[in-house]
C-alpha cells in the first residue's frame, strides 16, 4: 500500500475517540484499528465486497477507493463508539439537501450587513470605522467595494474583510446556536 501520510484512523479522528497520546488502546481501540488498516489494504472490489458482507446492502457508489475506505472506516467506529447525535445527522441531512438542490450552495451564510451600520475595530492602537453603504464600505472618506479591501487598506495586508471585522465569528456563533 502507498503511504500517503497520517494514518486513516488518525484523519478520521480516532485519537478523539479512544486512545490519547502516550496511553495504551483499549482492547477494542486496538481492534478497530487493526480493521482499519485491513481497510486502507483493500482493493475497491474488496471493499464493496466488506461493504456488502457488513451492511446487508450493495455499497454506495462514492467515486473512488479513499472515499469508501474512510466511510467504512467511520461506520467501524461508529458501531464501536456511538454515531453522530440526532442534532447533528439533522444538520447533516440539510447540508446534504442543500447541495443536491444546489452544488454551489453556500454552506455557511454570508452575513447581510445592513446600511448604515457602522462596524469597529482596533488596529494597533487606532480604532477604526467602516460605514456599510448599499453596495460599498465607507471608510476614512473613501469608498470600497469589500471589506477585504478596507481590511487591506487598514493593515497593509491581504485579509478576509469579515474575518477582520469578526463578521464571520458571529455568523460561526449563530449557526451553531440554531436550531435544525
Not at 113 to 131: A, S
Amino acid at each position: 500500500m502507498r503511504n500517503k501520510g497520517p494514518r486513516l484512523a488518525e484523519l478520521n479522528g480516532w485519537a478523539a475517540l479512544g486512545s490519547h497520546e502516550g496511553s495504551v488502546p483499549t482492547r477494542r481501540e486496538a481492534d478497530i484499528e487493526r480493521q482499519i488498516a485491513k481497510l486502507e489494504a483493500m482493493s475497491l472490489v474488496r471493499l464493496r465486497e466488506t461493504w456488502l458482507k457488513r451492511f446487508g446492502a450493495q455499497a454506495p457508489r462514492l467515486k473512488g477507493r479513499d472515499l469508501l475506505t474512510r466511510v467504512l472506516a467511520f461506520r467501524l467506529q461508529a458501531a464501536a463508539f456511538g454515531d453522530h447525535s440526532p442534532a447533528m445527522k439533522r444538520k447533516l441531512t440539510h447540508l446534504a439537501t442543500l447541495l443536491a438542490k444546489d452544488p454551489k450552495a453556500s454552506l455557511f451564510p454570508t452575513p447581510s450587513l445592513k446600511p448604515g451600520i457602522v462596524l469597529t475595530r482596533e488596529w494597533k492602537g487606532v480604532v477604526h470605522k467602516v460605514l456599510v453603504q448599499h453596495e460599498e464600505f465607507l471608510y476614512a472618506e473613501k469608498s470600497y467595494g469589500s471589506l477585504s479591501d478596507v481590511a487591506r487598506a487598514i493593515t497593509g495586508t491581504q485579509w478576509s474583510g469579515p474575518r477582520f471585522f469578526g463578521i464571520e465569528q458571529r455568523v460561526r456563533q449563530q449557526l451553531r446556536d440554531r436550531p435544525v
